[in-house]
């Protein structure tokens, strides 16, 4: 840790580390109702337990993204953060606001706009909690006078996600107007500022783990953000193709959003360019595993399971289904989990006791348990998927009919996913079982990746 400041950095991840343990516990009695008997079916419906899957989802990659920010800025800045107890008081709003949506969620307090559920109220606090975390960053970089590229981006993607949480808070009584506008922050965010957040983190880790170029990786970062852009806007079209719109928005949706996978293809060659060309100045490889494997997996998720049904020729007939479901959760976790895992795993080392640079074995254990299990339960999502969308779609069976034919797949889900669970649960006993320890060192002084490239070890 170069700067006292970022010790704020740990109390984010830790929150995030508990909400997504608790995510899971939601995702696995939302898989166990597929297969059923359910005897909580009158306490906790599957609508409920989806709704707080989903929500503590989103939850917990934005505060391991605060977290994150507050660690990466100052850095960035070479300076203190411009106020660390606003930044506690930040996230002590954040968890109450948290807390207390998933406790109305039980009692079905809600709007039931999906993954905008958040009652009004809460709705508001995320808004001020946006504006204060903005506040503190931008307060942080004007006092340093220190604005790099990589920061640039990373404050655009956040200003951005601020921005866009606003059409949340309207309300519209026509279902094809709440849809309509219901994208405008849920697929901007995930296809367009979420992306920058990512593409930000990714060059900081890259520069700092590989050494490579800053200007090199920064020329890239301006290419990945106007890819970005000019498909990810005209792209929320695909969401807009059976909301009862006029029709010119099918060839929109379909030829922009067949562009999206392009930046993603560009941030995966970056990525790996990056680690081929300049090698490894950084003993951190745990944490590169996960930055590689974020680019990769989201090359895979988000870009090919993405492509896969997003042409209206092929969403007619997979729009709604588990083929959704396939590509939701390999997206999501390959772009946004992973790369939140990347940072904590290669900020922990100089927050924690006696913890090796390069990583434990149980953290290398759990990085392929959760590798592994997320790609069964991709598979398991995408089988089940084309099964129903076969005898449901084709053949006119009925859902409930189809449901109990496919249900082979939801053991494998719920095999799959209980390694993935395995995995996750070594990564948060390995955050926690080493205690925090924030002790300065090298305060400003240069990393040792920048000016100079002390190893190279190629990587081939
Ligand atoms: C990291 C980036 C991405 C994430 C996290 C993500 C996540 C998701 C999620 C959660 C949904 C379900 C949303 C809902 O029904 O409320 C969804 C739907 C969809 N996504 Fe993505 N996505 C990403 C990128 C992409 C890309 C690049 C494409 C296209 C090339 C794409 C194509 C689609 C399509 C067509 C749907 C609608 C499916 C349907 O009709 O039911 N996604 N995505
Ligand atoms: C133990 C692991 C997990 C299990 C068993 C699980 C299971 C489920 C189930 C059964 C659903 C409902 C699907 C439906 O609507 O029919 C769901 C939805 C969802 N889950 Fe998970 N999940 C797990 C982990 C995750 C992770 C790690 C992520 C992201 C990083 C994630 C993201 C999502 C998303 C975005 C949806 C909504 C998809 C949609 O509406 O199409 N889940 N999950
Ligand atoms: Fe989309």
Same mark, same amino acid.
């Given at each position: 840790m170069r700067y006292r400041s970022q010790a704020v950095a740990y109390w984010y991840f830790a929150v995030a580390m508990v909400l997504f343990g608790l995510?899971?516990?939601?995702?696995?009695?939302?898989?166990?109702?597929?297969?059923?008997?359910?005897?909580?079916?009158?306490?906790?419906?599957?609508?409920?337990?989806?709704?707080?899957?989903?929500?503590?989802?989103?939850?917990?990659?934005?505060?391991?993204?605060? %977290?994150?920010?507050?660690?990466?800025?100052?850095?960035?800045?070479?300076?203190?953060?411009?106020?660390? #107890?606003?930044?506690?008081?930040?996230? %002590?709003?954040?968890?109450?606001?948290?807390?207390?949506? /998933?406790?109305?969620?039980?009692? #079905?307090?809600?709007?039931?706009?999906?993954?905008?559920?958040?009652?009004?109220?809460?709705?508001?606090?995320?808004?001020?909690?946006?504006?204060?975390?903005?506040?503190?960053?931008?307060?942080?970089? #004007?006092?340093?006078? #220190?604005?790099t590229t990589t920061e640039g981006v990373l404050l655009l993607g956040i200003a951005g996600a601020a921005v866009l949480y606003l059409p949340a808070l309207l309300h519209y009584s026509n279902y094809t107007v709440s849809i309509f506008y219901r994208w405008w922050t849920i697929h901007l965010w995930v296809e367009g500022v979420w992306e920058m957040i990512q593409g930000g983190f990714l060059a900081y880790l890259l520069i700092r783990l590989s050494g490579a170029d800053r200007e090199v990786l920064e020329k890239w970062l301006y290419v990945i953000v106007g890819l970005v852009f000019i498909a990810g806007i005209l792209g929320t079209a695909h969401h807009y193709y059976w909301v009862g719109v006029p029709h010119y928005w099918l060839p929109i949706g379909g030829v922009f959003s067949a562009l999206e996978p392009v930046a993603l293809v560009g941030m995966g060659v970056y990525a790996y360019?990056?680690?081929?060309?300049?090698?490894?100045?950084?003993?951190?490889?745990?944490?590169?595993?996960?930055?590689?494997?974020?680019?990769?997996?989201?090359?895979?998720?988000?870009?090919?399971?993405?492509?896969?049904?997003?042409?209206?020729?092929?969403?007619?007939?997979t729009h709604g289904t588990l083929v959704t479901a396939m590509h939701g959760h390999a997206a999501f976790y390959g772009a946004y989990a992973m790369i939140v895992l990347a940072m904590i795993t290669f900020a922990l080392p100089s927050m924690t006791r006696d913890r090796p640079e390069q990583g434990t074995a149980v953290g290398y254990w759990s990085f392929w348990m959760q590798l592994g299990g997320m790609f069964g339960m991709t598979l398991s999502f995408a089988t089940a998927g084309i099964g129903q969308v076969y005898l449901e779609r084709i053949l006119g069976l009925g859902y409930l009919d189809t449901q109990?034919?496919?249900?082979?797949?939801?053991?494998?889900?719920?095999?799959?996913?209980?390694?993935?669970? /395995?995995?996750?649960?070594?990564?948060?006993?390995?955050?926690?079982r080493t205690r925090p320890r924030f002790e300065v060192v090298g305060e400003g002084a240069p990393m040792p990746s920048e000016p100079t490239r002390p190893v190279r070890v190629a990587i081939t």
């Open positions: 995510q899971l516990v939601f995702g696995l009695l939302s898989a166990a109702k597929y297969l059923g008997p359910d005897p909580l079916l009158y306490i906790l419906p599957f609508d409920v337990t989806k709704v707080i899957h989903t929500n503590l989802l989103i939850v917990w990659v934005l505060t391991g993204f605060m %977290g994150a920010t507050y660690w990466m800025v100052p850095d960035e800045s070479r300076t203190e953060l411009h106020s660390v #107890r606003l930044a506690y008081i930040q996230l %002590g709003l954040w968890v109450v606001m948290g807390v207390t949506a /998933v406790i109305g969620y039980l009692f #079905r307090y809600g709007t039931g706009n999906k993954l905008l559920e958040q009652p009004l109220p809460h709705k508001i606090v995320i808004v001020i909690v946006m504006l204060m975390f903005l506040y503190n960053v931008v307060m942080t970089i #004007r006092k340093s006078g #220190r604005f360019s990056a680690v081929r060309r300049s090698g490894l100045t950084h003993p951190n490889t745990l944490a590169l595993h996960w930055t590689i494997g974020s680019a990769v997996f989201t090359l895979f998720g988000a870009g090919l399971l993405g492509l896969a049904h997003t042409w209206p020729s092929v969403n007619k007939w109990l034919k496919i249900q082979v797949h939801f053991l494998m889900l719920v095999a799959t996913s209980s390694v993935f669970t /395995v995995g996750v649960a070594l990564f948060i006993w390995d955050f926690f």
